[in-house]
């Protein structure tokens, strides 16, 4: 043989024994039909909230309102004739009743005028009586009789004219009253129409004010308000009307409330706040800072729900200020997220933990 033969001869043993080696040590790998196992890999825990548990409780919502304080009834008596004052029979800041003379003027000779025509009452029913008397002897003829019977009437028609200018110079009140304004003083020489006295009735008060046209429906006559005044005092009055219509510059609607003041503080003419009671409702006191607002900017809370899932539901604010705000349409018992709502969705199912633990 020659030498390369050799030299491929031996090649090819060494190959078939490597091959023999190999089978005899290596690893026999055996296809598998099915997959094998996934490795298990470790739950993901659930977000964790801090919860309040909160129960609705009865709240009086009320519907404030800037109004002004006026006079329950306020006139300005004036002459209804003329002459001089003569005498003055109520004073300023005076308390006056129903009926009561405020003054005096001159009669300027009427009172003899209405004496006069009494005089003239007086012949005539006694020509009349006379003439009356003579018809039945058929001495006097009927168109006589009525000529004084229409004599009659017309003098005593002159008679209440004359009688009621004297009524005319003793004004009197109206109304129970307090005199708040005097325009004469004695000798004063006054002609029909001059104004003499300004009374005010304030031992009840009228309120206004106007209802934005989105609140009006909550407001009725006979609902309670609370009038507070500038200098911290209260007085209770009702709401007495509730426009039909509103104004059409500023759209809301005119109230007015009677309010009582027995007390006669020196309040008409001065603003006030008036606080109308709305009907009871239940309601759930929060802090303004767990609202959020929905896509449609209406607000709203989380809370979580007895599968401690994450629910958010709109709200109705009853009232807000700086301590919190009463909100409605809650559940009566509720778990209100007061911490973590703005990493949680709707639906989510969290672990809540109670305020109080949480702080602990």
């Known amino acids: 043989m020659t030498r390369a033969k050799w030299s491929s001869l031996g090649l090819s043993l060494l190959v078939v024994v490597a091959l023999i080696v190999w089978m005899a040590t290596g690893e026999i790998k055996v296809a598998r039909d099915d997959a094998p196992p996934e490795p298990e890999t470790e739950q993901q825990e659930t977000t964790r909230v801090e919860v309040q548990r909160l129960e609705a409780t009865v709240y009086q919502p009320t519907?404030?309102?800037?109004?002004?304080?006026?006079?329950?009834?306020?006139?300005?008596?004036s002459a209804r004739a003329g002459g001089t004052v003569e005498q003055l029979n109520a004073q300023l800041g005076e308390a006056v009743?129903?009926?009561?003379?405020?003054?005096?003027?001159?009669?300027?000779?009427?009172?003899?005028?209405?004496?006069?025509?009494?005089?003239?009452?007086?012949?005539?029913?006694?020509?009349?009586?006379?003439?009356?008397?003579?018809?039945?002897?058929?001495?006097?003829?009927?168109?006589?009789?009525?000529?004084?019977?229409?004599?009659?009437?017309?003098?005593?028609?002159?008679?209440?004219?004359?009688?009621?200018?004297?009524?005319?110079?003793?004004?009197?009140?109206?109304?129970?009253?307090?005199?708040?304004?005097?325009?004469?003083?004695?000798?004063?020489?006054?002609?029909?129409?001059?104004?003499?006295f300004e009374l005010v009735q304030i031992d009840r008060l009228k309120a206004t004010g106007q209802v934005p046209q989105q609140r009006v429906h909550d407001v009725e006559p006979g609902q309670t308000v609370e009038v507070k005044m500038l200098d911290g005092t209260t007085l209770t009055g009702t709401v007495s009307f509730v426009a039909s219509a509103a104004d059409a510059q500023t759209r809301s609607f005119a109230i007015e409330v009677e309010v009582k003041n027995p007390e006669l503080k020196r309040a008409a003419g001065g603003s006030a706040s008036l606080n109308i009671l709305l009907p009871e409702r239940k309601a759930i006191f929060i802090s303004p800072a767990y609202l959020s607002l929905d896509k449609r900017g209406r607000p709203g809370v989380k809370y979580v729900d007895e599968q401690d899932r994450v629910v958010f539901r709109n709200v109705t604010l009853l009232s807000v200020s700086n301590e919190g705000a009463w909100v409605s349409g809650l559940p009566d018992q509720v778990r209100l997220i007061t911490r973590g709502a703005g990493f949680v969705t709707e639906g989510e199912t969290v672990t809540p933990v109670e305020r109080s633990e949480q702080r602990d």
């Open 63 to 77: 519907l404030k309102l800037q109004g002004q304080l006026e006079p329950w009834q306020s006139v300005t008596v």
């Open 97 to 196: 009743e129903a009926g009561q003379p405020l003054l005096t003027l001159s009669t300027d000779g009427r009172n003899a005028v209405a004496e006069r025509w009494r005089a003239s009452i007086r012949k005539l029913e006694a020509d009349l009586a006379a003439a009356r008397r003579l018809k039945t002897n058929n001495l006097v003829a009927e168109t006589e009789i009525l000529g004084l019977q229409s004599e009659l009437s017309a003098a005593k028609a002159e008679l209440t004219g004359a009688q009621l200018a004297l009524q005319h110079l003793q004004p009197e009140a109206p109304f129970d009253a307090v005199v708040n304004r005097r325009e004469v003083d004695q000798g004063t020489l006054v002609q029909v129409g001059t104004p003499l």
